[in-house]
């Protein structure tokens, strides 16, 4: 299901924790909501899913204004909040169930539905105990499972790998891996592995403003722009050889790297690439040329660069 931000505002005070948005979301996306704390991302997850209005602008779940027909959306959404909302002196099955008749499930919808949360989140073996005797990943298995309870169109997940250890958190990427083949799904967060191994676009917001928005690979060019490669060249003068890398046509800079080995990080100008140029001058000068790599701009460069001002 499609969700569609239009020029949205929210202010508190004076201060705009989100400041005049748009953006689209297709139906069977994951998109990576990427930002520093306090950047606004909570906020506008708040006012997509309808706990908070918006000063400005409007979003739309399928055909339905978050503005004019708040329940409707209400019903097409899954949330689940950064503050993991259960009732420790619960048991699983009971909070389920609890959970799925807030959402106005019939009752005798409830066993099945429950019965298949259980299996998609992995609640098996914990299924009967309370909710306060489960570990940190099994407790956000199970507000998964509440998000889910009522099959909703759209899932929005804020932080949901927060404080889970290494295993915990592959298993959760898993699952919402899986779950974005079927529905439309948001996830915040500012762990960028986290972005890279779950989400098919990313959305950066900084200060309340959106930065940047695209695949990591499209990201990554439209960062660097210009190849960049690292360059090591045998049987050749360092000096002399770093004369010759720059005075190349293609080549617009030339950066020895520390030590003693002839290793260069070299740019190239915009819109060309200096692989061949670097090749045939190695053949004609007789340099023997052992490594040739492009270096990829990380994603931790972009984010800092775009988020740090």
């Given at each position: 299901m499609n969700i569609t931000v239009e020029n949205l505002t929210?202010?508190?005070?004076?201060?705009?924790?989100?400041?005049?948005?748009?953006?689209?979301?297709?139906?069977?996306?994951?998109?990576?909501?990427?930002?520093?704390?306090?950047?606004?991302?909570?906020?506008?997850?708040?006012?997509?899913?309808?706990?908070?209005?918006?000063?400005?602008?409007?979003?739309?779940?399928?055909?339905?204004?978050?503005?004019?027909?708040?329940?409707?959306?209400?019903?097409?959404?899954?949330?689940?909040?950064?503050n993991n909302p259960l009732y420790p002196d619960m048991g699983v099955i009971d909070y389920l169930a609890y959970s799925a008749r807030l959402q106005g499930i019939a009752e005798k919808k409830i066993k099945p539905r429950i019965a298949e949360m259980i299996r998609v989140c992995g609640l098996a073996i914990e299924k009967h105990k309370q909710i306060g005797e489960l570990s940190k990943g099994y407790r956000q298995r199970v507000g998964l499972a509440q998000a889910m309870i009522h099959d909703p169109k759209v899932l929005i997940l804020d932080e949901p790998t927060t404080g889970l250890d290494p295993n915990q958190i592959v298993e959760i990427r898993r699952l919402i891996k899986e779950l974005g083949k079927e529905k439309t799904v948001i996830l915040s967060t500012h762990i960028l592995p986290e972005v890279e191994a779950t989400c098919d676009r990313i959305l950066i917001i900084n200060k309340g403003k959106i930065v940047a928005d695209g695949t990591s690979d499209s990201l990554r060019k439209q960062a660097t722009g210009r190849e960049l490669l690292r360059?090591?060249?045998?049987?050749?003068?360092?000096?002399?050889?770093?004369?010759?890398?720059?005075?190349?046509?293609?080549?617009?800079?030339?950066?020895?790297l520390p030590g003693t080995s002839n290793y260069f990080e070299i740019q190239s100008h915009e819109n060309v690439s200096s692989r061949r140029t670097i090749f045939n001058l190695c053949v004609e000068k007789g340099y023997t040329l052992t490594e040739m790599t492009p270096v990829e701009t990380k994603l931790e460069d972009l984010f800092r660069d775009l988020t740090l001002n």
């Amino acid at each position: 299901m499609n969700i569609t931000v239009e020029n949205l505002t929210r202010k508190y005070g004076t201060q705009k924790a989100v400041d005049n948005i748009s953006f689209h979301v297709r139906t069977g996306e994951v998109l990576g909501f990427l930002g520093p704390n306090g950047a606004g991302k909570t906020t506008t997850m708040k006012i997509i899913t309808g706990l908070l209005s918006p000063n400005n602008g409007d979003v739309t779940v399928g055909n339905y204004s978050v503005l004019k027909e708040p329940e409707k959306v209400k019903q097409l959404i899954g949330f689940l909040p950064e503050n993991n909302p259960l009732y420790p002196d619960m048991g699983v099955i009971d909070y389920l169930a609890y959970s799925a008749r807030l959402q106005g499930i019939a009752e005798k919808k409830i066993k099945p539905r429950i019965a298949e949360m259980i299996r998609v989140c992995g609640l098996a073996i914990e299924k009967h105990k309370q909710i306060g005797e489960l570990s940190k990943g099994y407790r956000q298995r199970v507000g998964l499972a509440q998000a889910m309870i009522h099959d909703p169109k759209v899932l929005i997940l804020d932080e949901p790998t927060t404080g889970l250890d290494p295993n915990q958190i592959v298993e959760i990427r898993r699952l919402i891996k899986e779950l974005g083949k079927e529905k439309t799904v948001i996830l915040s967060t500012h762990i960028l592995p986290e972005v890279e191994a779950t989400c098919d676009r990313i959305l950066i917001i900084n200060k309340g403003k959106i930065v940047a928005d695209g695949t990591s690979d499209s990201l990554r060019k439209q960062a660097t722009g210009r190849e960049l490669l690292r360059v090591r060249i045998e049987d050749a003068d360092r000096d002399r050889a770093f004369m010759e890398l720059h005075s190349l046509e293609t080549v617009a800079l030339v950066d020895p790297l520390p030590g003693t080995s002839n290793y260069f990080e070299i740019q190239s100008h915009e819109n060309v690439s200096s692989r061949r140029t670097i090749f045939n001058l190695c053949v004609e000068k007789g340099y023997t040329l052992t490594e040739m790599t492009p270096v990829e701009t990380k994603l931790e460069d972009l984010f800092r660069d775009l988020t740090l001002n």
